[in-house]
């Protein structure tokens, strides 16, 4: 069973930035797509994006798209995400996530198998 952690939210204001982390435990972390969702108070969890095992495809929802880059680092079995022109609408629990594919093309939840307990972004106006 893998246990993912997630690192790195906070308290940021309008147009900042923050780094998100996901360490993960296990040796197979390089054989699978991995993910960030977020989950906005009275909303459902939403995907955010995704990237192959490989590092070499990437997938943004619109909503962020332009303004957020994930990356991994298969060596350190941690997956990044870089959040830059943070809005209000950003503010959510973010989710790391391990893809039951290779590609993690797939955005939807059920295609995720792992989840991390989740970390607290909060961007103020």
């Known amino acids: 069973q893998v246990q993912l952690v997630e690192s790195g939210g906070g308290l940021v204001q309008v147009g900042g930035s923050l780094r998100l982390s996901c360490a993960a435990s296990?040796?197979?972390?390089?054989?699978?797509?991995m993910g960030w969702f977020r989950q906005a108070p009275g909303k459902e969890r939403e995907f955010v994006s995704s990237?192959?095992?490989?590092?070499?495809?990437?997938y943004y929802s619109d909503s962020v798209k332009g303004r957020f880059t994930i990356s991994r680092d298969n060596a350190k079995n941690t997956v990044y995400l870089q959040m830059n022109s943070l809005k209000p609408e950003d503010t959510a629990v973010y989710f790391c996530?391990?893809?039951?594919?290779?590609?993690?093309?797939?955005?939807?939840?059920?295609?995720?198998?792992?989840w991390g307990q989740g970390t607290q972004v909060t961007v103020s106006s």
């Open positions: 990237i192959s095992w490989s590092g070499r495809f990437t």
């Open positions: 296990g040796r197979t972390f390089s054989d699978y797509g």
């Open positions: 996530a391990r893809s039951s594919s290779s590609s993690g093309s797939d955005p939807s939840s059920a295609a995720f198998a792992s």
